[in-house]
């Protein structure tokens, strides 16, 4: 489970992981 914290510092890397993430899950696209 990833936290917050664990986010905060790398603000870019953990948004494209999250796009990746919800890609695989839903077909939702993230402006």
Known sequence: VETVEE?????ET????LRET???E?????N
């Open 26 to 30: 839903d077909d939702i696209e993230i």
């Open 14 to 17: 953990s948004l494209k992981k």
């Open 7 to 11: 986010h905060s510092y790398l603000p």
């Open 22 to 24: 919800l890609g695989l």
